[in-house]
């Protein structure tokens, strides 16, 4: 059964902390994606990366970063965080096409940031 | 504009009845489609997958193309309170996906 998983489930931090999001992918995908989901506004993509230590942004990168170092691995980072970051993340990765193919979803951390 | 447009709902409907969910587009370039459906506290999974336009049927779900109105649209026949969930539709292009807000579905017995 292939498989995304994420560190954590629910999360909960305080402003100013640094925050570390990590995602794990069992399936030899090249591309991960990092989104997170607000009511109304639905899935939203904060960064991905293609290739491993190959990353670029998306609609959303403001506040945050990532770092891809083996190719099974994405992970994101809130340098900073505050209570706007408050959200729903998720983590997806697919295999290489043109067309943006299936991508396989987490089950997504809840983060709440005081 | 939104690249992809869908209403968020929430739809209530009876069991048995069937329901419409559609969303809009607006670049006419891409030709891949998606629906995803996503269950309170899980992350969203791939409900069905068309390429271009016409119809794709699985069991009791369509997914329709429209590529003369941008109009992507998904048909649910004899709903079941096990469809109750989000439906994201989503277009595919560039190893991206574009996805639409989501449209919360409640099916009650």
């Known amino acids: 059964d292939v498989k995304v998983t994420q560190s954590s489930r629910y999360l909960v931090k305080r402003t100013g902390e640094k925050v570390f999001l990590e995602c794990v992918q069992d399936?030899?995908?090249?591309?991960m994606f990092w989104y997170r989901q607000d009511p109304g506004l639905g899935l939203r993509l904060i960064y991905f990366?293609?290739?491993?230590?190959?990353?670029e942004k998306g609609d959303i990168p403001e506040g945050y970063s990532v770092s891809r170092e083996k190719k099974e691995r994405f992970s994101l980072i809130l340098e900073s965080a505050s209570t706007n970051q408050t959200s729903m993340y998720l983590c997806?990765?697919?295999?290489?096409?043109?067309?943006?193919?299936?991508?396989?979803f987490g089950p997504g951390t809840r983060l709440t940031v005081l | 504009q939104k690249e992809v447009e869908q209403d968020p709902g929430p739809l209530s409907v009876p069991e048995g009845a069937i329901v419409s969910l559609n969303c809009t587009y607006s670049?006419?370039?891409?030709?891949?489609f998606m629906w995803y459906r996503q269950y309170s506290r899980k992350g969203p999974e791939l409900l069905m997958y068309?390429?271009?336009?016409g119809n794709k049927e699985d069991g009791r779900f369509t997914a329709q193309v429209d590529k003369s109105s941008k109009y992507i649209s998904l048909f649910i026949r004899d709903s079941q309170p096990s469809d109750s969930a989000t439906y994201l539709c989503?277009?595919?292009?560039?190893?991206?996906?574009?996805f639409g807000a989501g449209t919360r579905l409640a099916v009650h017995p």
């Open positions: 997806a990765s697919s295999s290489r096409t043109p067309a943006g193919n299936e991508q396989f």
């Open positions: 399936m030899d995908h090249e591309n």
């Open positions: 990366s293609y290739d491993v230590k190959m990353k």
């Open positions: 670049n006419s370039a891409f030709q891949y």
């Open positions: 068309t390429y271009s336009s």
């Open positions: 989503a277009r595919g292009g560039y190893n991206k996906l574009i």
